[in-house]
Antibody, heavy 121, light 108 residues
Framework: QVQLVDSGGGVVQPGRSLRLSCVASGFTFRSYGMHWVRQAPGKGLEWVAVIWYDGSTTYYVESVKGRFTISRDNSKNTVYLQMNSLRAEDTAVYYCARGTQYSGRGHFDNWGQGTLVTVSS | EIVMTQSPGTLSVSPGERATLSCRAS??????LAWYQKKPGQAPRLLIY???TRATGIPARFSGSGSGTEFTLTISSLQSEDFAIYYC??????????FGQGTRLEIK
């Protein structure tokens, strides 16, 4: 069965960096676009970033452009989110999610369990 | 950016009754719309995609309808496990992919 395991969250000071990981299993990882979605405390879901199946294309929500980088290693079935220059408003539970094949455009049919990122001094 | 607006913000319904949740897009998204269920401490769960297709393993009491800018999620006979927050999501015009603000479904 499809499984996504998120990790890497923690407490970090404003301006510092953190890297999240999501290890996938149970499907042909290299064929699927992958996303990161976050939920701040008491708020709704917010899409953060997507990476195409081959890593050739990435897109970001405006608020993280230039600070966050999504990447993947298809040999390790892993997608990453490198978060730099973190701000208090980046505090959230971060979920990786599987999109549709290739570009990932479409619904998210499987999600990781989430990893909490807290940005605080 | 397409803005998704859900209504009502909170819906109070008794178990066994029908619940109707609405989602409106600021411009047409065709049928490129999904619905998710979110419970505290759990990952979101895909319910409906392509506006009306139930995801794998989703009970038949969940149904979706609509196209263009107006969409509805109907839960025909509420079970105790259905009380949660529901989000719609458009994936027609992206980036960015956008979600509605959510509808909280609570027990009356």
């Amino acid at each position: 069965q499809v499984q996504l395991v998120d990790s890497g969250g923690g407490v970090v000071q404003p301006g510092r960096s953190l890297r999240l990981s999501c290890v996938a299993s149970g499907f042909t990882f290299r064929s699927y676009g992958m996303h990161w979605v976050r939920q701040a405390p008491g708020k709704g879901l917010e899409w953060v970033a997507v990476i195409w199946y081959d890593g050739s294309t990435t897109y970001y929500v405006e608020s993280v452009k230039g600070r966050f980088t999504i990447s993947r290693d298809n040999s390790k079935n892993t997608v990453y989110l490198q978060m730099n220059s973190l701000r208090a408003e980046d505090t959230a539970v971060y979920y990786c999610a599987r999109g549709t094949q290739y570009s990932g455009r479409g619904h998210f049919d499987n999600w990781g369990q989430g990893t909490l990122v807290t940005v605080s001094s | 950016e397409i803005v998704m607006t859900q209504s009502p913000g909170t819906l109070s319904v008794s178990p066994g009754e029908r619940a109707t949740l609405s989602c409106r897009a600021s411009q047409s998204v065709g049928s490129n719309l999904a619905w998710y269920q979110k419970k505290p401490g759990q990952a979101p769960r895909l319910l409906i995609y392509s506006a009306s297709t139930r995801a794998t393993g989703i009970p038949a009491r969940f149904s979706g309808s609509g196209s263009g800018t107006e969409f509805t999620l109907t839960i025909s006979s509420l079970q105790s496990e259905d009380f949660a927050i529901y989000y719609c999501q458009q994936y027609d015009n992206w980036p960015p992919i956008t979600f509605g603000q959510g509808t909280r479904l609570e027990i009356k």
